[in-house]
């Protein structure tokens, strides 16, 4: 393949992506997953790829700089690089984490997250279908699970179902060869108990969001724990409950999880009481709210807060939703300041890639300023370490802590 000038410089410089309007020239057609290699404009070798004909991103690259031989110990070492990446990081009070995490790791379109003793394997192009055969094996060898579930993105779903693959499959009778393993539908919903920071959780890594926890969360968790003493705490978009678990072992005087997800509410309560042998987390009151987070922080009960926590769902899937999500993100931080008491700290949070760190963090300061309280800010956060970004568009998570 060649590429436009623009793409070519932006390969060059390490960006993972190729625009598929930006592919000039291609000798033949190919299928997805095949490797592609891309030549400069000297005719020299720059770089290679997965095709991924499928996507309007046409080019997941692989690598860059001098020619390679890709053999399966080329992939073996890549699978060593992402987990010695993670060397260190997490001790055995925290045993659900990122061992893979796409194109930051080298593994474009893919994640692989860790709990306990099971894997999720989560695709987000087609481009892996064809390769799973060579890769489960190596995927088993590499990180000793005990099972492995496999997770579709809703993109790729179709694709899949026509090689035979659903979202939710288990592969079974992964042996050491390609090609011994096979994929059928999971049996049961297997929820797995893992632990975070010595805090037990479920996850529903067949049905959960995302692989079944937002494992991308932990160190704002960790840091919610050490703000939460004395606290009347509200968790806003809770989901299964982990700011509030960590808040409530921090000392929280009380918890209420607010969640529009009846599903969501009723796992919070499964995780608290995962985690009764804590005298702290047994002391803490704790509620559920089924609402919407932006009705009820605006219209609902009057009720005030010492610590609120902001951590809703992307808000911008799209581009064009990037405007709107901006305007959200101000309207949900000033009702949240309308409902912390003196001294309350507010932590919000953006997850949607299509919104800057700059355009997030400067409406929720703008709205800080707006609402005429005196506050300072305490601190900004981006990504957890086993959740790498090495490029622009992967610095998704963003999150700001103000104190008023
Ligand atoms: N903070 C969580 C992750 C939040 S995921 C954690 O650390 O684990 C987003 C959650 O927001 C989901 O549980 C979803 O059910 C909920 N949600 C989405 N839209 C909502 C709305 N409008 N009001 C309330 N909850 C909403």
């Known amino acids: 393949m060649r590429l436009g000038p623009a793409a070519e410089s932006a390969v060059r410089q390490g960006h993972p992506w190729v625009y598929t309007d930006r592919i000039k020239e291609q000798n033949r057609a190919g299928n997805a997953g095949e490797l592609a290699v891309i030549y400069d404009r000297q005719d020299r070798f720059l770089a290679l790829g ?3 004909p499928d996507s309007a991103i046409g080019l997941r690259i692989l690598h860059v700089g001098k020619p390679v031989t890709v053999t399966p110990d080329w992939w ?13 990081l997490f001790d055995d009070q925290t045993t659900g984490y990122r061992w893979i995490h796409g194109e930051n790791d080298g593994w474009p379109g893919l994640v692989l997250d860790r709990y306990e003793q099971t894997v999720v394997l989560k695709l987000y192009s087609t481009v892996w279908l064809s390769r799973l055969t060579e890769l489960v094996p190596m995927l088993f060898a590499e ?36 090609g011994d393993v096979r994929f059928v539908t999971a049996t049961a919903d297997p929820v797995i108990v893992f632990q975070e920071s010595g805090l037990r959780f479920e996850a529903e890594v ?20 050490t703000y939460a003493a004395g606290r009347d ?22 918890l209420t999880d607010l969640d529009i997800s009846a599903h969501a509410l009723a796992s919070a309560k499964r995780n608290v009481a995962l985690n009764l ?14 609402a919407d987070c932006f009705d009820w922080l605006a219209t609902g009960p009057r009720r005030e807060f010492d610590l609120i926590i902001l951590d809703p769902p992307s808000l911008a899937r ?23 008491r003196p001294g309350g700290i507010l932590l919000s949070a953006s997850c949607s890639a299509h919104v800057t760190e700059g355009e997030f963090f400067g409406v929720v300061r703008d709205t800080a300023r707006r609402s005429g309280r005196h506050h300072s800010e305490l601190c900004t956060t981006r990504h957890a370490p086993d959740h790498p970004a090495t490029f622009p568009e992967a610095w998704y998570l963003k999150a700001i802590y103000l104190q008023f």
């Open 206 to 225: 067949v049905r959960g969001q995302k692989t079944g926890f937002y494992l991308d969360q932990r160190e704002n968790r960790r840091r919610v724990e």
């Open 143 to 178: 990180f000793h699970p005990d099972r492995l579930i496999l997770r579709l993105s809703r993109n790729i779903q179709e694709a899949a179902a026509k090689a035979g693959l659903g979202d939710g499959f288990e592969a079974v009778a992964p042996g050491p060869e390609a």
């Open 50 to 52: 997965l095709y991924d």
């Open 233 to 254: 705490v509200l968790n806003a978009f809770s989901f299964s409950g982990g700011f509030s678990l960590y808040a409530a072992r921090g000392g929280a005087r009380s």
């Open 318 to 340: 799209r581009e064009h939703e990037r405007a709107g999500a901006i305007q959200a993100y101000g309207k949900l931080a000033a009702s949240g300041i309308g409902r912390l």
């Open 76 to 88: 073996r070492e890549r699978l060593r690089a992402s987990r010695e990446r993670r060397r260190g």
């Open 277 to 290: 042998d804590q005298a702290r987390i047994t002391g803490c009151r704790h509620e559920s709210v089924q």
